[in-house]
C-alpha cells in the first residue's frame, strides 16, 4: 500500500519553501503560506496534515524563533527609499532581536494621517524606524508608521551622516547644519538600539 504524499510528510521536519499540498486539498494554518495556489511551510518544524479537518500547520522546532507577524511592532533600518515606498531590514520584534534576515516594505500610503508626496519627507536610507506589520501578503512584511509612537527612532543627516537632533519640530544636523524632513516617534532618539 503506497502512502499519499501528505500522508507521508505528517510529523516530518520541513524547511521553509518545501511543499506541503495544494489548497484544493488543505486549508493552510500556521506556519504556512500559499504561491500560485500551492502551500508551503514558511519555518523549519514539523507538519502536521489534519486530514479529519482538512488543515495542514507547521510547528516550529524551537519555540523561541521570532519572527513578525501582523500587529506587532517591529525596529529596522531603511535600506533603499524611492518616492512611494521604503524597503526595511527588520532586526528586532517588539523587544526582541531577531537573528535571521527579514524584509518590509512601508508604502507611502500607511505612513502618516495627513497626505505626503514623497517618503523623502518620511525617512531616508540608513534611519532607524519603528513601525507595525500589517500585512504579510505574498512572504513580505507591509509596515505602517501612521501612530505617534511610529516612524523614525534615529535620523541621519544625508549630507554628512551624523545623526539629527530634532528640536521643536525641526530636525537639524549639529555637524553640518543641515535641515531636513521626517516622520518621527514621539520618543525620537530615546529608545537604546
Same mark, same amino acid.
Given at each position: 500500500?503506497?502512502?499519499?504524499?501528505?500522508?507521508?510528510?505528517?510529523?516530518?521536519?520541513v524547511?521553509?519553501?518545501?511543499?506541503?499540498?495544494?489548497?484544493?486539498?488543505?486549508?493552510?494554518?500556521?506556519?504556512?503560506?500559499v504561491?500560485?495556489?500551492?502551500?508551503?511551510?514558511?519555518?523549519?518544524?514539523?507538519?502536521?496534515?489534519?486530514?479529519?479537518?482538512? *488543515?495542514?500547520?507547521?510547528?516550529?522546532?524551537?519555540?523561541?524563533?521570532?519572527?513578525?507577524?501582523?500587529?506587532?511592532?517591529?525596529?529596522?533600518?531603511?535600506?533603499n527609499?524611492?518616492?512611494?515606498?521604503a524597503?526595511? *531590514?527588520?532586526?528586532?520584534?517588539?523587544?526582541?532581536?531577531?537573528s535571521?534576515?527579514?524584509?518590509?516594505?512601508?508604502?507611502?500610503?500607511?505612513?502618516?494621517?495627513?497626505?505626503?508626496?514623497?517618503?523623502s519627507?518620511?525617512?531616508?536610507?540608513?534611519?532607524?524606524?519603528?513601525?507595525?506589520?500589517?500585512?504579510?501578503?505574498?512572504?513580505?512584511?507591509?509596515? %505602517?508608521?501612521?501612530?505617534?509612537?511610529?516612524?523614525?527612532?534615529? %535620523?541621519?543627516?544625508? *549630507?554628512?551622516?551624523?545623526?539629527?537632533?530634532?528640536?521643536h519640530?525641526?530636525?537639524?544636523?549639529?555637524?553640518?547644519?543641515?535641515?531636513?524632513?521626517?516622520?518621527?516617534?514621539i520618543?525620537?532618539? %530615546?529608545?537604546?538600539l
Open positions: 500500500m503506497s502512502l499519499k504524499q501528505p500522508e507521508q510528510k505528517n510529523g516530518h521536519i524547511l521553509p519553501g518545501e511543499r506541503l499540498g495544494v489548497i484544493e486539498e488543505f486549508i493552510p494554518d500556521s506556519g504556512t503560506y504561491k500560485d495556489s500551492v502551500i508551503y511551510s514558511r519555518i523549519v518544524g514539523h507538519a502536521l496534515m489534519d486530514l479529519l479537518n482538512k *488543515r495542514v500547520s507547521v510547528y516550529p522546532l524551537v519555540n523561541s524563533a521570532v519572527t513578525p507577524k501582523v500587529g506587532t511592532t517591529i525596529l529596522g533600518q531603511v535600506g527609499a524611492q518616492s512611494d515606498n524597503l526595511v *531590514r527588520i532586526f528586532k520584534v517588539g523587544n526582541k532581536k531577531i535571521g534576515v527579514f524584509g518590509g516594505i512601508l508604502h507611502i500610503s500607511d505612513v502618516s494621517d495627513r497626505y505626503i508626496t514623497s517618503m519627507e518620511v525617512c531616508k536610507s540608513g534611519d532607524i524606524i519603528r513601525a507595525k506589520v500589517i500585512s504579510e501578503k505574498n512572504q513580505v512584511y507591509h509596515l %505602517a508608521t501612521q501612530d505617534k509612537n511610529l516612524g523614525v527612532l534615529y %535620523a541621519f543627516c544625508s *549630507r554628512c551622516s551624523t545623526i539629527v537632533n530634532l528640536d519640530y525641526e530636525m537639524r544636523c549639529p555637524k553640518c547644519g543641515n535641515i531636513e524632513k521626517r516622520k518621527t516617534t520618543d525620537y532618539g %530615546a529608545e537604546p
